[in-house]
């Protein structure tokens, strides 16, 4: 939390969104999970796939799949829609490039 809280006063000190990187550091968060990071690999193999298909791939409860996903999508990492009575998610491009792009600037600066 610390050298978040640093980062933080430099980012404001030399000009850079501190809600931006906040909304970063969110993302960030939400994908720091082994199960988390699998559903989003498996989301971007199938693009599209119901709670209950993913669940049942990683042979996980359903609360434990529906719990990580609504973590994902509410740190924009994965959308949902609605089809019948199914949820179908599916990763956030846009998300999960500007995620990328940020790691790869902090990369280059070192």
């Known amino acids: ?34 199960m988390r990071i699998s559903i989003i690999e498996l989301l971007h193999q199938k693009e599209k796939l119901s709670v209950t298909e993913i669940y049942k791939h990683f042979k996980i409860e359903q609360a434990a799949a529906s719990n990580h996903l609504k ?24 998300s999960l490039t500007g995620i990328i792009d940020c790691i790869n600037r902090c990369n280059a600066e070192e």
């Open 1 to 34: 939390m610390r050298q978040i809280n640093i980062m933080k006063k430099t980012a404001s000190t030399s000009g850079l969104d501190i809600e931006q990187i906040e909304k970063v550091e969110s993302r960030l968060k939400s994908i720091a999970h082994p």
């Open 71 to 94: 973590i994902l999508k509410e740190n924009g990492v994965l959308q949902s829609r609605r089809d019948g009575q199914k949820i179908i998610y599916s990763v956030n491009t846009k």
